[in-house]
């Protein structure tokens, strides 16, 4: 294997270096790609790279909503069981035969949901894809909000389903196409990744169920965070019994990294055998499964740290309202600036960088072509200093970029249903 000297500017990101035995075919499209993004559109530099944040920085840039990373508690479960089990056995989870943590983890989070039972996946992503995988089909459409989760579309691209996309939170758009289409399947996030905004969970279901549908719906961003003991926003809104399935990420809330789908016991067992990620990915490891089972505990008695992140996520989206920043889809602690391309996202991001704020971004294929946002994923450890310097920061933007990105901005030509600023 043959490699050119490699490039050593840390200030641009187009490296030289290549593997001479590949095919055209594989070289033509990775030069394409440096080419036509990375020096055309980023610049020449990694669009994801950004200044390095320091201690005074604002972090808004993960999805640990709790702040559960250093909870004593939740380590202390990992690493008593790291030290008694070691890392598990390296297997899929389908060979497991008698007692084991996972088993005993899915029936406590089974009891928090008020379910019948829960299957552990390695990740939200094959959560997704292993449910609509296993219950879709060439048969039976799919039936997605535009703005669900990629994973979603690809568990019905890997089941041959057909696809039909309605408009984002449209009610009338999904019955328009299940009156067309019949009975199958809806596809939606409760608290939507990209821009915050809140599905109309109760809308859907009755729709839904006049067409005979099933319901899969994604709390990844939702659980923990929402509800009574944070059990997310089916619960919260009494549909429990009449969503047939949830999915979620277990990074986010509960700051792991796992899934879960909850479904009844025979589902479950048809899963274990048909879901090529529960099949073909080996099992959580014991560790993590033993901070699960700590973690619910510990979810329960959150409800001030809840309750607080709803109180920051308010200020701050007040305050940016009152700015004149168009956050007015979000109605949750995600907090998105609408910034256009790829090239203009990246000056938000230094902009607010420079400013000691420092969230992601989001671009394709997590947004369309010309709608990168710049997402702030909201924490319960800011506090009324940090809510001033975030809003400083934006105001800092507002003053740098002016009518450079419109869609950052509220249209003054519109009229808009503004919250009170508490």
Not at 108 to 130: C, H, I, P, R, Y
Not at 155 to 164: F, N, T
Request: hydrophobic share 35%.
């Amino acid at each position: 294997m043959i490699f050119k000297e490699k490039n050593t500017n840390k200030n641009s990101w187009n490296p030289q270096t290549k593997q001479e035995n590949i095919p055209n075919f594989i070289t033509n499209k990775v030069d394409n790609f440096y080419t036509e993004r990375v020096l055309k559109k980023w610049h020449g530099r990694n669009i994801m790279k950004g200044k390095l944040p320091n201690n005074n920085s604002i972090l808004v840039h993960d999805n640990d909503y709790l702040c559960l990373s250093g909870n004593s508690e939740i380590i202390q479960s990992q690493q008593k069981c790291l030290t008694g089990k070691g890392n598990g056995q390296m297997m899929s989870a389908i060979f497991y035969n008698g007692e084991n943590l996972q088993e005993t983890f899915e029936e406590k989070m089974a009891n928090f949901l008020g379910v019948e039972d829960v299957l552990t996946t390695q990740s939200g992503w094959n959560a997704n894809v292993g449910l609509i995988q296993s219950i879709a089909g060439p048969e039976i459409p799919v039936y997605i909000d535009m703005c669900t989760h990629m994973s979603l579309w690809e568990g019905a691209k890997s089941a041959g389903s057909k696809i039909i996309p309605f408009a984002h939170n449209d009610i009338r758009h999904l019955e328009k196409k299940l009156k067309r289409y019949g009975p199958g399947i809806i596809a939606v996030d409760s608290i939507y990744s990209a821009d915050g905004d809140i599905c109309p969970l109760k809308d859907i279901v009755e729709v839904g169920e006049k067409y005979g549908c099933a319901f899969v719906v994604d709390e990844s961003h939702s659980l923990g965070t929402i509800g009574t003991e944070g059990k997310g926003l089916v619960a919260e809104l009494g549909l429990t019994n009449r969503v047939h399935f949830i999915t979620s990420s277990l990074s986010k809330g509960f700051c792991t990294r796992a899934g879960i789908i909850t479904c009844s016991s025979r589902i479950k067992g048809y899963m274990t055998y048909t879901s090529l990620p529960a099949i073909f990915s080996s099992a959580v490891n014991p560790h993590d499964l033993a901070g699960l089972i700590k973690t619910i505990d510990v979810i329960r008695s959150m409800s001030s740290e809840r309750e607080k992140l709803a109180k920051i996520s308010n200020k701050i989206r007040n305050g940016l309202l009152n700015l004149g920043f168009d956050v007015t889809a979000s109605k949750s602690h995600i907090i998105s600036l609408l910034s256009g391309t790829e090239s203009t996202v990246m000056l938000v991001r230094d902009i607010l960088n420079s400013h000691g704020v420092f969230g992601s971004i989001f671009m394709p294929p997590a947004t369309t072509q010309k709608k990168s946002l710049y997402r702030l994923s909201l924490n319960a450890s800011l506090n009324d200093d940090d809510i001033e310097k975030i809003l400083n920061a934006c105001l800092a933007l507002k003053n740098e970029v002016g009518d450079l990105i419109p869609d950052l901005f509220l249209d003054r030509e519109k009229s808009y249903s503004l919250p009170k600023v508490s």
